[in-house]
Nanobody, 115 residues
Framework: QVQLVESGGGLVQPGGSLRLSCAAS????????MRWYRQAPGKERELVAS????????NYADSVKGRFTISRDNAKNTVYLQMNSLKPEDTAVYYC????????WGQGTQVTVSS
């Protein structure tokens, strides 16, 4: 069955960095668009970044452009989100999504940016 397992979240001070990983299995990862979303308390889930199946095309929310980088390693069936210059407003649960059919979601990983 499809599995998406996020990791790499945690507590970081403002200005710090984190790298999230999402390990995928149960589907053909190399032909699947992958996305990162986040959901802050009391807010709707929002799209943060997307990457094409081969990794040649990426898109970002305006709020993270220039600070976050999405990438993927199709040999490892893993998608990453490098987050730099983190701000308190980046605090959220971060989810990866495999864009196949209605989509498959991971369980999420908490990112907290606080001093």
């Amino acid at each position: 069955q499809v599995q998406l397992v996020e990791s790499g979240g945690g507590l970081v001070q403002p200005g710090g960095s984190l790298r999230l990983s999402c390990a995928a299995s149960g589907f053909t990862f190399s032909v699947t668009v992958m996305r990162w979303y986040r959901q802050a308390p009391g807010k709707e889930r929002e799209l943060v970044a997307s990457i094409s199946s081969a990794g040649g095309m990426t898109n970002y929310a305006d709020s993270v452009k220039g600070r976050f980088t999405i990438s993927r390693d199709n040999a490892k069936n893993t998608v990453y989100l490098q987050m730099n210059s983190l701000k308190p407003e980046d605090t959220a649960v971060y989810y990866c999504k495999a864009q196949r059919g209605d989509g498959y979601w991971g369980q999420g990983t908490q990112v907290t940016v606080s001093s």
